[in-house]
């Protein structure tokens, strides 16, 4: 009795005035975005340890969406940044004898420095120690209190500091830790110690929301992508969810955002980390709609996916706040098909594999080797094969065999030929040809799904099938013939390869951006050509400026050691 008279009394205190919490959950929050405005958010990143590969990959991944869009016309937002808050931040502090927000400090900085290593496009950075992040979060739980969705009880459970959750009883297993060769209790998702937990907290009521999520996620096409999450997230759902401890006691984890109106309580990390979506659009939304939010493509590994998949959205049902249109999460990385470990010594820092790789190589073999559905093995030596035989091989060599001075490239009269050859096809052309004209129309249901390594897959095909033709066609010998019908067919076989080339390379632009602009640079195709709507055959050197190819292109991808 008591304690529901001391939560009433702190409801009281919290809650803001109803009738602004009514008329931003109903009006601003609800008004739909600007059709033109898409938004991608990465995940905000741990600061206990530096980056590694995976968290590039995830960058990367990110910003590969985020320049597709951009190349469809949209206005587009990325949003980064780094969790903070913690049990487990606030111990790591204390062992490091620190002082915990410059510990913070320290590594936020590498995250953000990681950010520019990858060539990210001007993401939108948060700190959950930022001042405008703790407004948001203190806002939104309000409103969850004055929408009668938070309530104090007691919880008991298995917890994990590693990952700052609540596991039940068929969550965990006993089992032996091979680190300390002792038993213990362990989450079965993610392999991390957990210990037996009881006390008083604030709890969501996320059991209500189990039927609405389940709708949300079958009615909604590869809003939870790839399959493999969909249904396990609809496993959980369908297995019954309970109510979720949202706040632990300030004895035991000071380090955070207190509850609004309870100093005694400190908000649950997750539930302050995942309004960190809405804090870098503006939320709270006062005079005006959103700009971006919600977020097009959410961008997470695996191994978060309940929390962004049922617990966000859970979330912003209680807030009357629009739902994600899409939760993508991705597979991890593995080296020697072992999970990734210091112990282990099996580790890659990004920093030193792009300086030895160098960034547009390191992008492309991530997103061509990395995982959606499985987990993709990260290996020197794989690296070294998609640098040599596709962007060096097949890619540059291509733009280099065709693109020589003395075969005489007509490029100004490519846009003519281009349309010429959309209905006049040789029969010695007609496997490219419909390789080159489906090209576009193949790759982006893929590239809509996230699954840019098998779109690219495609450019390649067709850019094999581009250098047997021109193998087959020999330009080097129709230059030295004097026949005019040889000299038309040379500028054909020519304007097929250099087409394979300009295409592939608006395909590869989200993912090399630095070196496909430089080989489009090359081979004379206008910036203003540089568009989704480009990428479609003969739909190239269309601008009426004299055009001119620039020597050097079998430099862009130097041999790598």
């Known amino acids: 009795m008591q304690a529901c008279t ?67 016309g949209k206005s587009t937002k990325m949003s980064a940044g780094t969790d903070e808050h913690g049990l487990k931040i606030q111990q790591a502090a204390e062992r490091a004898n620190r002082d915990t927000l410059s510990f913070c400090t320290q590594y936020s900085n590498r995250f953000r420095d990681l950010q520019a290593a990858a060539n990210a496009d001007s993401p939108d950075f948060i700190r959950t120690t930022d001042p405008r992040h703790r407004l948001a979060v203190e806002h939104f739980w309000n409103l969850l209190v004055d929408r009668g969705y938070i309530y104090k009880g007691e919880h008991s459970g298995w917890y994990s500091v590693s990952d700052e959750a609540f596991y039940t009883e068929l969550q965990v297993e006993e089992r032996v830790d091979p680190a300390t060769d002792k038993r213990g209790m362990f989450a079965i998702e993610s392999g991390q110690p957990v210990e037996w937990v009881s006390e008083v907290n604030y709890k969501f009521k996320l059991s209500e929301f189990r039927d609405r999520l389940i709708e949300w996620i079958e009615d909604g096409q590869d809003v939870v992508y790839p399959e493999i999450r969909r249904n396990e997230v609809l496993s959980w759902l369908r297995a019954g969810i309970d109510d979720l401890s949202v706040s632990r006691p300030r004895s035991r984890l000071k380090w955070g955002i207190p509850v609004p109106g309870d100093d005694e309580h400190t908000i649950y990390v997750w539930v302050d980390a995942l309004v960190n979506y809405a804090t870098v659009d503006g939320y709270p939304w006062t005079d005006s709609k959103p700009s971006f939010f919600p977020p097009d493509v959410q961008v997470v590994g695996k191994d978060i996916v309940r929390f962004h998949a049922v617990y966000w959205p859970a979330l912003l049902m209680a807030a009357g706040l629009a739902l994600p249109k899409r939760i993508l999460a991705h597979a991890h990385w593995t080296m020697g098909s072992q999970k990734m470990s210091k112990s282990k010594g099996n580790v890659a820092d990004p920093f030193e594999d792009i300086e030895r790789y160098g960034l547009d190589t390191l992008r492309y073999f991530m997103i061509r080797n990395g995982g959606i559905s499985d987990d993709g093995d990260y290996a020197t030596d794989e690296v070294l094969v998609r640098h040599r035989k596709d962007l060096a091989g097949q890619l540059a060599n291509l733009a280099a065999r065709c693109s020589s001075e003395r075969l005489g490239v007509n490029i100004d009269g490519f846009a003519v030929l281009g349309r010429k050859l959309q209905s006049d096809i040789d029969s010695r052309d007609v496997t490219l040809h ?28 067709v850019l094999a099938e581009a250098n047997r033709h021109i193998t087959e066609n020999e330009p080097w010998t129709l230059v ?46 206008d910036k203003s050509e540089r568009l989704w709507a480009n990428a479609r055959f003969g739909a190239g050197w269309q601008t009426p400026e004299p055009k001119k190819l620039l020597p050097g292109v079998a430099t862009l991808f130097p041999k790598l050691a």
Do not use: C, W
């Not at 600061?47 to 990959?57: A, E, L, T």
């Not at 419909?434 to 897959?457: T, Y």
């Open 434 to 461: 419909g390789m080159l004209a489906e090209l576009a129309d193949k790759a982006k249901p893929l590239f809509d799904k996230g699954e840019f390594g098998r779109g690219l897959g495609l450019a390649f095909d």
């Open 480 to 525: 030295k013939s004097s026949d005019p019908e040889e000299q038309i067919r040379l500028q054909v076989v020519l304007f097929y390869s250099l087409e394979a080339v300009r295409l592939a390379s608006l395909l590869l632009l989200p993912t090399i951006p630095e070196k496909a602009n430089r080989l489009l640079d090359h081979i004379a195709v």
């Open 6 to 72: 001391r939560f009433l009394n702190y409801a009281a205190r919290a809650r803001p005035r109803s009738g602004l919490i009514r008329r931003l959950s109903t009006t601003a929050a609800l008004r739909e975005k600007d059709a033109d405005k898409y938004y991608v958010t990465q995940p905000i990143f741990y600061v206990n340890s530096v980056p590694h590969i995976g968290h590039f990959y995830t960058v990367v991944l990110a910003d590969v969406i985020k320049r597709y869009a951009g190349m469809q």
